[in-house]
């Protein structure tokens, strides 16, 4: 994506060469059903500008350089919605893996997705697996579909493998450590995001990367997912390159 003279001027403020970029930003989507009904539409048009944003921020990330992206597309708490709508939101999912999985591929995108497989209609699961197996050996930006995920059931899916490995005798108790249980949740392997940001106003994580935010930072914006733009994002970014990140120590820790 071609950036405005502003947009690269806020990514050039980030440093060079974009020391202060963080590695891994991790977006909530929210303000989708806000935006619309602002407007009369229905809630289902804020999810179909949604995914308009999603494609710009993709290839904006992908434009700045940003390693990781992990998108909350779908949580396990959003099957409680009308069953209209959670259709519609299966039916983006498909529209956006079968129209970007090309373009995606392209920009050397790898996909990874999180969240529980065990109950999700075949032909999404199909997708799913299809998009990360296409994209496997890109080398590029690492962008993760959290999707019908929940971080409580992502802690319980991995304490249970680790305790089958016990219980079989492949683990000894005294030896389960923060790294075993990393490398049993669904994200083993991808470092912890730096930066999550939050549209819409609202200020908690929603059950989103619990274990994996122990240090990172938030941003939270007024501005609702639909509207989330370039220079929004860069902002976020520019404001992250400011932030003094200690891990727990007394001196800044520079990544
Ligand atoms: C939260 O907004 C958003 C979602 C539950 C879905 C996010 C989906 C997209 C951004 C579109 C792309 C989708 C996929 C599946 C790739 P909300 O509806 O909770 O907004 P509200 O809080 O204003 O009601």
Redesign the pocket.
């Known amino acids: 994506m071609a950036k405005t003279g502003d947009q690269a001027g806020a990514v050039a403020e980030l440093g060079k060469p974009c020391s202060g970029l963080p590695q891994h930003v991790a977006l909530?989507?929210?303000?989708?059903?806000?935006?619309?009904?602002a407007r009369g539409l229905a809630?289902t048009e804020?999810?179909?500008r949604?995914?308009e944003?999603?494609r710009r921020v993709i290839r904006h990330s992908v434009s700045v350089g940003l390693d990781y992206v992990t998108?909350?597309?779908?949580?396990s708490e959003?099957w409680r919605?009308p069953s209209s709508?959670v259709s519609f939101?299966?039916s983006?999912?498909k529209r956006?893996v079968q129209r970007d999985l090309s373009e995606i591929h392209k920009a050397n995108v790898r996909i990874r997705v999180i969240g529980e497989r065990n109950n999700l209609e075949e032909s999404i699961l199909k997708l799913l697996v299809e998009a990360e197996e296409v994209t496997s050996g890109n080398t590029g930006m690492t962008l993760v579909?959290a999707?019908n995920y929940g971080s409580r059931n992502e802690i319980v899916r991995a304490t249970k493998s680790v305790a089958a490995k016990i219980a079989s005798g492949a683990l000894c108790a005294d030896d389960v450590s923060e790294d075993t249980i990393s490398q049993h949740l669904d994200t083993a392997g991808i470092p912890d995001p730096d930066l999550i940001i939050r549209t819409?106003g609202?200020l908690r994580l929603s059950n989103f990367l619990l274990w994996q935010a122990a240090y990172t930072e938030f941003y939270f914006t007024d501005c609702?997912?639909p509207e989330f733009d370039e220079a929004e994002y860069d902002k976020a970014l520019s404001e992250f390159s400011h932030r003094e990140r200690r891990f727990g120590a007394v001196e800044a820790k520079v990544r």
């Open positions: 909530i989507m929210d303000g989708n059903g806000r935006w619309a009904n809630r804020g999810h179909r949604g995914l944003t999603l998108i909350f597309s779908f949580s959003n919605r709508e939101l299966m983006l999912l956006f579909i999707f819409s609202e609702s997912w």
